[in-house]
């Protein structure tokens, strides 16, 4: 549909020859995370986990979004991240930073042992590495 040799590209690039033709963000932040360093893929996973864990779950949200009242955080949700969803990597990295206290706490209380990571030094500035270099890709 919109092929090179015969689609969309093709006839727009007829029409208007200085036209440039370009993937969508998430075509880009899809190949980034596919080849990326094991370790910052790792890093990536867990923060998918953490988040899938709070959300996966109505009652689990809706406590987690009491918490972040009860808190005072800017922010009371997390954004949901799945592989097929249009929302970018970068916004779902940026907001676990944004909420990292409020989320170790909230894994804390359920006994979950992601809680570790969101006290690791190391770990973090690797999740504020992902968060800064999905934002960019996100332009």
Same mark, same amino acid.
């Given at each position: ?42 890093? %990536?996973? +867990?923060? *998918? #986990? /953490? ?6 779950? $109505?009652?689990?949200?809706? &406590? ?34 944004? %909420?990292? +206290?409020? *989320? #170790? /706490? ?6 979950? $042992?992601?809680?570790?990571? &969101? ?21």
């Amino acid at each position: 549909m919109s092929g090179k040799n015969s689609g969309l590209v093709t006839r727009v690039q007829a029409l208007a020859p200085q036209a440039i033709w370009t993937h969508c963000m998430i075509q880009r932040q899809a190949r980034v995370a596919k080849k990326m360093p094991s370790v910052l893929k790792q890093v %990536l996973d +867990e923060a *998918v #986990r /953490i988040v899938n864990f709070i959300k996966a779950h $109505l009652t689990s949200a809706c &406590l987690f979004g009491v918490l972040c009242d009860e808190m005072g955080a800017e922010n009371r949700q997390l954004l949901y991240h799945m592989e097929v969803c249009c929302l970018s990597r970068g916004k779902v990295l940026n907001r676990l930073f944004e %909420l990292r +206290e409020e *989320v #170790r /706490i909230f894994l804390s209380d359920n006994n979950s $042992l992601l809680a570790e990571k &969101l006290v690791d030094a190391k770990w973090l500035a690797l999740l504020a590495y992902l968060a800064d270099i999905f934002d960019l890709l996100n332009i």
